[in-house]
């Protein structure tokens, strides 16, 4: 089965640190564009930091300076590390794979998510 699964979520304190990270089954990472997207209760989804094939990166301000994508394409995941975090990253975080063939972009997969709380 094709998937991507998401872990590293959990209860954390304000300003504390969470490593999530992103694996597939099925698929290779190296051939992929990666996201973070993430859904607060009651909100829609936001996207926050991208990484390209190229390893080149990209985030939302809301979350600039604090987290930094990365993607070992040898151990086949993608990483979110999350740092000084606030009650409002508190979310379900999605990654998200878009396939890219020659500039051109294939078929695309989202985990199921992994909880991040962030609270006293």
């Known amino acids: 089965e094709v998937q991507l699964v998401e872990s590293g979520g959990g209860l954390v304190q304000p300003g504390g640190s969470l490593r999530l990270s992103c694996a597939p089954s099925?698929?290779?990472?190296?051939?992929?564009?990666m996201r973070w997207v993430r859904q607060a209760p009651g909100k829609g989804l936001e996207w926050i930091s991208r990484?390209?094939?190229?390893?080149?990166?990209g985030y939302a301000d809301s979350v600039k300076g604090r987290f930094t994508i990365s993607r070992d394409n040898a151990k086949n995941t993608v990483y979110l590390q999350m740092n000084s975090l606030k009650p409002e990253d508190s979310a379900v975080y999605y990654c998200?794979?878009?396939?890219?063939?020659?500039?051109?972009?294939?078929?695309?997969?989202w985990g199921k998510g992994t909880r991040v709380t962030v609270s006293t």
């Open positions: 998200h794979a878009l396939q890219v063939v020659r500039g051109t972009a294939g078929r695309d997969y």
């Open positions: 099925g698929f290779t990472l190296s051939t992929h564009a």
């Open positions: 990484v390209s094939i190229e390893g080149i990166t």
